[in-house]
């Protein structure tokens, strides 16, 4: 696929621009004591993902990086997707706006007629456009599933698959960096917690995988504190920075999930905690506004 140039030039201002270099890895988080070890620990440690992974707070169209993921619907065509962003508007003000209507406000109308041309995209699928006018060169347009407890698995394969579609469309187009939201999560529902184990366990299998170094950076972007916290808490249990043999985890830690969905023979896998635990939707509370994607 070839990308057109011509609606190309962040028109992000300079001062609101976020470099990768400001964006702090996770063995930094480690070390201010930001990320702290986990009891459940449910991979080994492995000192060379924590320069690679980072957790980041704020606003996903200002990143200066090879490419963002777009939270989009099946149509690619603006408007609502499955994830929501705390932002800045150029006056300094705080909003909370969808991310995929927020991507391709800030990205300009060259992002709207290449999406046109893709026939839109099935749920757990990605596909890459230009960025045109964001400080990132690319957006990875994935589609979450909406939630549904009635039908748990096939959602939770479909999470996975919009993560797995997206590292794999970076490698392909031999990108360095890519930053996830937090797909599924707002209106399509799917229980922070939840997701979250999806996405760490996705990214740690890619880490490991063949493929896995050919990503320089990968990040993921939350805008509200209560999610910031459950990245915190676990991503110590995916990528600790020490491995826990002198005090084991106790074999109740934690909510083990759907085992047929996450099983793995890979003998560096806890394979007794590593399925995501299925969660009841939790009740909204003030801190999540009613249009959080």
Not at 10 to 16: A, G, R
Not at 209 to 235: A, C, H, M, P, Q
Not at 243 to 253: C, F, N, V
Not at 257 to 282: R, W
Request: proline share 5%; with cysteine.
């Amino acid at each position: 696929m070839s990308f057109s140039d011509s609606d190309s030039g962040s028109d992000c201002p300079e001062d609101m621009i976020v470099r990768l270099a400001n964006i702090k890895t996770i063995g930094e988080l480690f070390k201010t004591g930001t990320l702290k070890a986990a009891a459940n620990q449910r991979y080994k440690a492995d000192a060379t993902f924590l320069d690679r992974v980072s957790l980041f707070q704020g606003d996903i169209t200002v990143m200066e990086v090879d490419s963002i993921v777009n939270a989009a619907n099946r149509s690619l065509l603006g408007g609502g997707g499955g994830a929501s962003f705390l932002s800045s508007s150029r006056d300094g003000a705080k909003i909370i706006t969808r991310v995929d209507g927020a991507i391709h406000s800030a990205a300009g109308r060259k992002l709207l007629e290449e999406c046109r041309t893709l026939g839109g995209c099935d749920t757990g699928e990605s596909k890459i456009t230009s960025a045109y006018k964001l400080p990132s060169k690319h957006i990875i347009h994935t589609v979450g599933p909406v939630y549904s407890r009635s039908d748990l698995e096939t959602r939770a394969q479909q999470l996975q698959s919009c993560y797995k579609t997206s590292l794999n469309l970076a490698v392909e187009h031999n990108l360095k960096h890519i930053a996830f939201p937090s797909v599924s999560t707002g209106i399509y529902g799917y229980p922070i917690e939840d997701a979250t184990h999806i996405a760490l366990d996705v990214v740690r299998r890619f880490c490991e995988s063949d493929v896995g170094s050919k990503l320089d950076r990968i990040i993921f972007v939350v805008w509200s504190n209560k999610d910031k916290e459950v990245y915190e808490t676990l991503i110590p249990e995916y990528f600790p920075s020490q491995d826990a043999s002198e005090s084991p985890p106790p074999s109740d830690a934690g909510n083990p999930p759907s085992s047929d969905v996450l099983a793995s023979d890979d003998p560096s896998v806890n394979t007794a905690a590593v399925e995501v635990p299925v969660l009841a939707a939790a009740p909204q509370t003030s801190d999540v506004p009613t249009d959080r994607m």
